[in-house]
């Protein structure tokens, strides 16, 4: 019975914790991000919005592979007056950021027991120092806030199908968005190991839908690389440059 009203009590958590991460997100953004159309949302996802429909663009390639979240977005704030569109795309992207942090919350129950940690490892994509400027905010960039989302996704094993099946949808949606996913791929195997029974789980096989969606989604994005290369500018770095600059910028400044 406790572990009912404590299974029970979860959406309820879940959609507290998503709306109030969402506002701190929007809030943090101040008045002139969110008055401000970024990057993509309004040139080429946009523009290509307009010139191709709503059907067409959704897995269109930009740079080399599918951005299906930015493009919903769009089509959402296409879809309403336009002058309200820098505010629709910024409130849209805080709330899928509060969405990622009430996730992150869920997911990580069975490894984080402890709900305090777990409530301060879900906002951290909100309370970043750097979060509100020109990173959050706009449909452009939440493929970074997707990869936080992601390796709890993958590893999660959902206590039903229907759980299953919501999940594959948010992975599906992520591995269109962002391809470095793929990094993450392996920790698809955790969710297939053998664990205590759980009440209400559908064994290993739960982990069928986000896997078999996750190389679909995969293989997808490795066919828009292959078959739309990145056109590279000239004295682009090369990959030993970018590796060293990762090291010595994110790695080493975060130490």
Known sequence: ??????????????????LLTTALAWYRLGPVPRNTVWAEDGGVFLRERIAMGPVDTLLHPYAG??????????????????????????????????????LVFVLSRDVVRPWPLRLVL?????????????????????HWFLLVLVPWVFTFRSRSWWGAGALAVVAGVAVLTEPLT????????LAWTPRGRTPGASGRWSALPVTVVVVVALAAQGVTALTNPRALATGSPAVVDVLAGYL???VAGAW
């Open 182 to 189: 793929a990094l993450f791929a392996p920790l698809l195997l």
């Open 1 to 18: 019975m406790d572990l009912a009203r404590r299974v029970a009590g979860v959406p309820l958590v879940a959609v507290v914790v998503g």
């Open 122 to 142: 879900a906002a951290v994509p909100v309370v970043l120092p750097l979060a509100p400027y020109e990173i959050s905010g706009n449909a452009a960039n939440l």
């Open 65 to 102: 592979y599918v951005h299906l979240l930015p493009r919903l977005i769009v089509d959402l704030g296409y879809a309403l007056p336009p002058e309200r569109y820098a505010q629709v795309v910024a409130l849209a992207a805080c709330t899928v950021v509060g969405g990622v942090c009430a």
């Open 248 to 250: 010595l910028r994110p």
